[in-house]
């Protein structure tokens, strides 16, 4: 019922920045959070950040200060700028996105994920 389609990524070097994007398309009533997780080899996905429809914002302790997270709801995107990019950054970023939809007359909520994007930091 829910699509996310991410865009963005790549390789950079330390020290530089990098943007993702993340569309949401479907039979969307509301999204009521939308964000980013990331998950590097040998490691659990762990949280970017996440931003409520009314943007409240919520970020792991380990980009706290350097990146940031934003939503325009009239087009059901979500944006992250990571600047001050470190190695250790380095992960396949996966949006997220809590989603109110319709079904019939009907209003559920799931959670929804995108394919990922691969961002690579280079030291």
């Known amino acids: 019922q829910v699509q996310l389609v991410e865009s963005g990524g790549g390789l950079v070097q330390a020290g530089w920045s990098l943007s993702v994007s993340c569309v949401a398309s479907g039979n969307i009533f509301s999204i009521n959070v939308m964000g980013w997780y990331r998950q590097a080899p040998g490691k659990q996905r762990e949280l970017v950040a996440v931003?409520?429809?009314?943007?409240?914002?919520k970020y792991g302790d380990s980009v706290l200060g350097r990146f940031t997270i934003s939503r325009d709801n009239a087009k059901n995107t979500a944006y992250l700028q990571m600047n001050s990019l470190k190695p250790q950054d380095t992960a396949v970023y996966y949006c997220y996105a809590d989603v109110t939809y319709y079904s019939g007359s009907y209003y559920p909520t799931g959670d929804y994920w995108g394919q990922g994007t691969q961002v690579t930091v280079s030291s």
């Open positions: 931003i409520a429809e009314d943007g409240k914002t």
